[in-house]
């Protein structure tokens, strides 16, 4: 018998419980499987948007290749707002940006345009290497075509560590001088570049050193 009243006891005891927690447990179990598969949709989500924005970049790039076709800038610029409005937070909308800009720049002669589509492209790069400088240079270069000097200095300038792009960075910098009519302040970024070229001597930046009275011998 009293192996049997504690049988009642540990199975009334069970029930008491499950009345006093019952409630908060089921709670719990559905949270727990609510953020499991909260987690897999955005997972999901984040998968789904990576496919169709990489899908639209390659529409970007067959329309930028596309010569023959007559409304090529206007297909090129509706595709990459497309990219900058709809997938604003993943880097093929930075890529696309670079390509319009790339187009504003060479074929359409707007580099004020030009340095509207990088300004963002280097807002959302961040300091991510080497993106972030790929837009900085392509940012000062148009900054530097629409003639705004100093700002494209300041872009180029303001790099904590420019890596691979300082020869770069330092020759555009002798560019802008030289635009604004310091030979002697160019001619020392030109020669700074040519220490920072890890690839050697370039045959480009050796032409604006000699149009500066520079030998290659110096």
């Given at each position: 018998?009293?192996?049997?009243?504690?049988?009642?006891?540990?199975?009334?005891?069970?029930?008491?419980?499950?009345?006093?927690?019952g409630s908060s447990l089921l709670i719990g179990i559905a949270a727990a499987l609510a953020i499991v598969f909260g987690w897999q949709a955005w997972q999901n989500h984040q998968m789904q948007q990576r496919t169709e924005a990489?899908?639209?970049?390659?529409?970007?790039?067959?329309?930028?290749?596309?010569?023959?076709?007559?409304?090529?800038?206007?297909?090129?610029?509706?595709?990459?707002?497309?990219?900058?409005?709809?997938?604003?937070?993943?880097?093929?909308?930075?890529?696309?940006?670079?390509?319009?800009?790339?187009?504003?720049?060479?074929?359409?002669?707007?580099?004020?345009?030009?340095?509207?589509?990088?300004?963002?492209?280097?807002?959302?790069?961040?300091?991510?290497?080497?993106?972030?400088?790929?837009?900085?240079?392509?940012?000062?270069?148009?900054?530097?075509?629409?003639?705004?000097?100093?700002?494209?200095?300041?872009?180029?300038?303001?790099?904590?560590?420019?890596?691979?792009?300082?020869?770069?960075?330092?020759?555009?910098?002798?560019?802008?001088?030289?635009?604004?009519?310091?030979?002697?302040?160019?001619?020392?970024?030109?020669?700074?570049?040519?220490?920072?070229?890890?690839?050697?001597?370039?045959?480009?930046?050796?032409?604006?050193?000699?149009?500066?009275?520079?030998?290659?011998?110096?």
């Open positions: 018998m009293a192996e049997i009243r504690t049988e009642e006891e540990t199975v009334q005891a069970i029930k008491d419980w499950w009345k006093k927690n990489a899908s639209q970049f390659a529409d970007l790039i067959n329309a930028y290749s596309d010569e023959s076709d007559e409304n090529r800038a206007e297909t090129v610029a509706y595709v990459a707002e497309n990219l900058r409005e709809e997938y604003s937070d993943s880097a093929f909308a930075i890529y696309g940006m670079l390509m319009l800009a790339r187009q504003q720049v060479m074929d359409q002669g707007d580099p004020e345009a030009a340095i509207e589509s990088l300004t963002w492209a280097q807002e959302k790069a961040g300091e991510s290497r080497p993106l972030a400088l790929v837009v900085r240079n392509r940012l000062a270069r148009a900054q530097f075509a629409a003639e705004q000097y100093e700002t494209a200095l300041s872009t180029i300038e303001n790099v904590d560590d420019a890596g691979s792009f300082s020869a770069i960075f330092t020759e555009l910098k002798g560019d802008i001088l030289l635009a604004q009519g310091d030979r002697d302040a160019a001619r020392e970024a030109y020669l700074a570049a040519r220490e920072q070229n890890q690839q050697g001597r370039s045959g480009i930046l050796e032409l604006k050193l000699s149009d500066l009275g520079v030998g290659e011998g110096a």
